[in-house]
């Protein structure tokens, strides 16, 4: 019988976030089936059995069945159960990480690029020790990177982590991968599962002119962002600064 995870309390906090418990199963099982933790074949323990598990209740367990069954990762067979039928979930691993997407005016999806420029280390500001939930004074990392889209700067963003989750993270900026989520869960077992976001709209500065070759005045677009562990615990934080004049932003966490 395949072994998966106790997430009651993990439930509970991501709850606060206003992400579905049915929905947390649900990422549980897929990333175990992404992972090869659970192969194509494996029968699941009963509905019962798995509420127990997961430390929720039986009609949270049901709809989480019923959804990944609907998207043929699962299927419900008579006398043998739930099983795992072997079906990539719709995204790959690699995918389910990249959530960020940007459509251009014609809604058309654009692939984009990033390029780290600077790689800081530093002490947390009563601010980033606040949303990451650590000691102010406490050591910090935190890189800069520009996006782009046919060679053309559309957004820069600053990212920033506490130093004790990544303790070995890269010491030169070109070594710092662009699917950052996904390195996170390679190289430190870091799952992002929650993000909240802050959207704006400002001015922008003279460093947003020189990243996204602006001509002053004009107007960005603002997202601060936290993202969150498997067990709801900030990880990053991050400020986006982008141009809409050619694309939109498009917010797809799967």
Do not use: C
């Amino acid at each position: 019988m395949p072994e998966l995870p106790n997430i009651s309390s993990e439930a509970q906090r991501l709850g606060e976030l206003s992400l579905p418990l049915y929905e947390v199963v649900k990422r549980q099982i897929t990333e175990s089936i992404m992972l090869g933790k659970l192969e194509a074949g494996s029968v699941l323990p009963s509905e019962v059995a798995l509420s127990q598990t997961y430390g929720v209740a039986v009609g949270t367990i049901r709809r989480a069945l019923m959804d990944l069954t609907n998207d043929g990762i699962l299927s419900r067979r008579r006398k043998t159960g739930t099983v795992v039928t072997g079906r990539k979930p719709q995204h790959s691993l690699r995918l389910f990480f990249q959530y960020f997407r940007l459509h251009g005016l014609d809604g058309s999806l654009s692939k984009s690029v990033t390029k780290v420029t600077t790689l800081e280390t530093g002490l947390a500001s009563v601010n980033e020790a606040q949303k990451l939930q650590i000691d102010k004074g406490a050591p910090v990392v935190a890189f800069h990177r520009v996006r782009y889209v046919d060679d053309k700067p559309i957004m820069h963003e600053t990212l920033t982590l506490s130093r004790e989750r990544v303790p070995d993270f890269p010491e030169k900026a070109e070594d710092i991968p662009p699917l950052f989520y996904l390195h996170l869960l390679d190289r430190f077992g870091i799952r992002i599962s929650a993000i909240r976001e802050q959207i704006g709209a400002d001015l922008a500065t003279d460093e947003d002119a020189r990243w996204l070759n602006l001509k002053i005045p004009a107007a960005v677009l603002t997202i601060d962002e936290i993202a969150y562990d498997q067990m709801a615990v900030p990880v990053l934080i991050s400020a986006h600064r982008a141009t809409t004049a050619n694309h939109r932003y498009v917010n797809e966490v799967q």
